[in-house]
């Protein structure tokens, strides 16, 4: 299958942000959606603006760090759709603060989110996708796998290890699975909501001077998600022209 259009695409994290952009684009290109994330109201608002626009989607309550909520999502799209195509691992949080603040619960829920998360979408995913003989895995990293700053240690250390998952993940997949990884850098999203203020303060001061939208981040998915079945493309770093 080549181009998205009739393709079925699961998307984590998509009440919001990149993942709600991702998920309204692929769908205005005719993939069928299914939505993964936690607030249920977010889910139900993405699904019917695509509904509105004459697309398809479903959606399911989804928190990656439950394995029974990712098979649940995964579920939902072959019940509906009849298979699955794509899954796009989006879900992360960026708990971000100097190390010797010793946030430990932030510390475990970065790596239960952004690292067990992307683990367990790929367990509930690539058996199906062995089992079909196709399929394609999209995970969403960041530019601080590539070089960490203060306040950052922890949140870059779970972007590596997903970079680092994605690569062996592609050294074993074969000539039937695709595995592509995307960097966002400074992305003008809820990203900051979270955080400490003073740090949230900054972060928030850096989107509204340089970030870009998430719209940017869905064209890199829609891109990769849109070559034929014997065209992987492996990484794209995507990250305003403004930041160094």
Do not use: H
């Not at 692929?26 to 977010?42: P, S």
């Not at 895995?137 to 240690?153: E, L, M």
């Not at 955080?195 to 001061?205: H, L």
């Amino acid at each position: 299958m080549t181009g998205i259009e009739g393709k079925v695409v699961a998307i984590t994290g998509a009440g919001s942000g990149i993942g709600e952009a991702t998920a309204v684009l692929l769908a205005e290109r005719g993939a069928k959606v299914v939505l993964g994330a936690r607030r249920a109201e977010r889910l139900e608002a993405v699904a019917k603006r695509i509904g509105n626009d004459g697309g398809e989607a479903a959606f399911a309550v989804t928190d990656v760090t439950r394995r029974e909520d990712l098979a649940g999502l995964v579920e939902v799209a072959r019940e509906r759709f009849g298979r699955l195509d794509v899954f796009v691992n989006n879900a992360g949080v960026g708990l971000i603060s100097l190390i010797d603040e010793l946030r430990v619960d932030d510390w475990d829920e970065m790596i239960d989110v952004n690292l067990k998360g992307v683990l367990y979408g790929i367990a509930a995913a690539l058996p199906v996708f062995r089992a079909q003989g196709s399929g394609q895995f999209v995970t969403i990293a960041s530019t601080a796998a590539y070089r960490t700053k203060p306040v950052q240690t922890v949140y870059s250390a779970t972007k590596v290890a997903v970079r680092t998952v994605c690569d062996g993940l592609q050294q074993e997949a074969g000539d039937s699975l695709r595995v592509t990884t995307i960097s966002p850098g400074m992305i003008s999203t809820e990203f900051a909501e979270r955080m400490d203020p003073e740090v949230r303060a900054q972060i928030s001061a850096n989107m509204a001077d340089i970030g870009i939208t998430p719209d940017a981040v869905a064209r890199a998915v829609a891109f990769a998600v849109e070559q034929p079945d014997d065209v992987d493309v492996s990484e794209i770093v995507v990250r305003p022209t403004a930041q160094s």
